[in-house]
């Protein structure tokens, strides 16, 4: 029996709700029924309940001014930790040993897996070196062990994760714009993609593969204006398959976190 339909046979117990009330995988809804579901039995413990949840790490420490240099978190990267929270069953299951997120910015993405995982070695990359400082204090902040490399995409971590990581993130820089400002340096090389938003995901695209390990699961958030067909379409081709995990419509834009994983 799966986490979530223990806790909705627990809810239906107390509650005597049908079982389509249930079924809606609303994040608010699911902790609302659990905490009910705590204060009325004494079996359920707290441990049990937390670790059904990625917590948002606490990240209001960062200076105003610092989101300047490095991209604040906002509505993407609560996209990106709910699909995770998704999946968190999926991923569980994968006992990961090495997660990496590419494009960390504050490092508020890294923090919330590794608040779950405690024990799998975290590593970070960005561009932008005042990003790789603001996940170490993101990480100290919230009592976790994060490694932040400043390089670009993955190549000076490459080498030593080659077919060994098990969760790979990636939020990127996805608007479109013309193609020369894409940049990688400011804030700017959070936010501009070039044609299609994908100048910069796609030159990492081809290194997928080579980073996951068997059974490794590699998250995207992508744009509708990014064509996730296409997308999904290259990566197929490099043999792996595709679950669109969550889609949500934040303002104008309209977000997606894909999944792919070995097929
Ligand atoms: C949309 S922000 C996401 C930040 C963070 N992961 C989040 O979800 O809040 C994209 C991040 O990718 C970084 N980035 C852009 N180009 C990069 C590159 N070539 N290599 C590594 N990081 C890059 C930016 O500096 C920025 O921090």
């Given at each position: 029996?799966?986490?979530f339909?223990?806790?909705?046979?627990?809810?239906?117990?107390?509650l005597?709700?049908s079982?389509e009330y249930?079924l809606?995988?609303n994040?608010?809804?699911k902790?609302?029924?659990?905490?009910i579901?705590?204060?009325?039995?004494?079996?359920?413990?707290?441990?049990?309940?937390?670790?059904?949840?990625?917590n948002t790490?606490?990240?209001?420490f960062?200076?105003d001014?610092?989101?300047?240099?490095?991209?604040?978190?906002?509505e993407?990267?609560f996209l990106?930790?709910?699909?995770?929270?998704?999946?968190?069953?999926?991923?569980?299951?994968?006992?990961?040993?090495?997660?990496l997120?590419?494009?960390t910015?504050?490092?508020?993405?890294?923090?919330?897996?590794?608040?779950?995982f405690p024990s799998?070695y975290?590593?970070?990359t960005?561009?932008n070196?005042?990003?790789?400082l603001?996940?170490?204090?993101?990480?100290?902040?919230?009592k976790?062990?994060i490694?932040?490399?400043?390089?670009?995409l993955?190549?000076?971590?490459?080498?030593?994760?080659l077919?060994?990581v098990?969760l790979?993130?990636?939020?990127?820089?996805?608007?479109?714009?013309?193609?020369?400002?894409?940049?990688?340096?400011s804030?700017?090389?959070?936010?501009?993609?070039?044609?299609?938003?994908?100048?910069v995901?796609?030159?990492?695209f081809?290194?997928?593969?080579?980073?996951?390990?068997?059974k490794?699961?590699?998250?995207v958030?992508v744009?509708?204006?990014?064509?996730?067909?296409e997308?999904?379409?290259?990566?197929?081709?490099?043999?792996?398959?595709m679950n669109?995990?969550l889609?949500?419509?934040?303002?104008?834009?309209?977000l997606?976190?894909?999944?792919?994983?070995?097929?």
């Amino acid at each position: 029996m799966t986490y979530f339909t223990q806790c909705t046979k627990l809810c239906q117990c107390f509650l005597g709700q049908s079982e389509e009330y249930f079924l809606e995988n609303n994040k608010e809804r699911k902790m609302t029924l659990l905490y009910i579901v705590l204060l009325q039995s004494d079996s359920v413990s707290l441990e049990y309940v937390g670790d059904s949840a990625m917590n948002t790490p606490i990240f209001d420490f960062l200076k105003d001014d610092i989101y300047d240099t490095v991209y604040e978190p906002s509505e993407d990267s609560f996209l990106l930790i709910d699909a995770l929270e998704n999946d968190l069953e999926l991923i569980r299951k994968l006992n990961p040993t090495i997660c990496l997120e590419v494009g960390t910015g504050s490092g508020v993405v890294i923090s919330a897996v590794s608040k779950v995982f405690p024990s799998a070695y975290c590593l970070a990359t960005d561009i932008n070196h005042v990003a790789a400082l603001a996940t170490k204090k993101m990480a100290e902040t919230n009592k976790v062990i994060i490694e932040p490399v400043v390089t670009d995409l993955t190549s000076a971590v490459m080498s030593r994760v080659l077919n060994q990581v098990d969760l790979l993130v990636f939020n990127p820089p996805y608007v479109v714009t013309p193609s020369e400002e894409v940049c990688t340096q400011s804030l700017q090389a959070a936010w501009a993609g070039g044609i299609k938003g994908r100048q910069v995901m796609d030159r990492f695209f081809p290194f997928v593969p080579k980073l996951l390990s068997s059974k490794g699961l590699f998250y995207v958030v992508v744009l509708k204006d990014n064509k996730p067909d296409e997308v999904t379409e290259f990566m197929c081709g490099q043999g792996l398959k595709m679950n669109n995990v969550l889609s949500r419509c934040c303002g104008i834009e309209h977000l997606s976190v894909l999944r792919f994983e070995n097929g």
